[in-house]
């Protein structure tokens, strides 16, 4: 059973940083591209961050230079390191293994005073 398990959202004051984390099991992934989407009430899902399996990485230009995507082959495992937030950063935050289009569950991440 392939499984896409995400961690570490929660509540964070504007300026402070998170570290989402997507264990992947059932399936493979050190072929797949992974990708970070985020969805806000009321908004589309939206590509966040991307990192092939050759680690070349693509940001979404709200996210530039604060969110940084990186992936750990031995651990079946992707980060999202987030900095600087704001709160129009605040969302449901996905993973998504493009090879076998599989979604984790989501974590919420609300930025707020």
């Known amino acids: 059973q392939v499984q896409l398990v995400e961690s570490g959202g929660g509540l964070v004051q504007p300026g402070g940083s998170l570290r989402l984390s997507c264990a992947v099991s059932?399936?493979?992934?050190?072929?797949?591209?992974m990708d970070w989407y985020r969805q806000a009430p009321g908004q589309q899902r939206e590509l966040v961050a991307r990192i092939t399996n050759t680690l070349t990485t693509n940001y979404a230009d709200s996210v530039k230079g604060r969110f940084t995507i990186s992936r750990d082959n031995a651990r079946s495992t992707v980060y999202l390191q987030m900095n600087s937030l704001k709160p129009e950063d605040t969302a449901v935050y996905y993973c998504?293994?493009?090879?076998?289009?599989?979604w984790g569950q989501g974590t919420q991440v609300t930025v707020s005073v």
């Open positions: 998504h293994h493009e090879w076998g289009h599989y």
């Open positions: 059932g399936t493979i992934f050190s072929i797949s591209a």
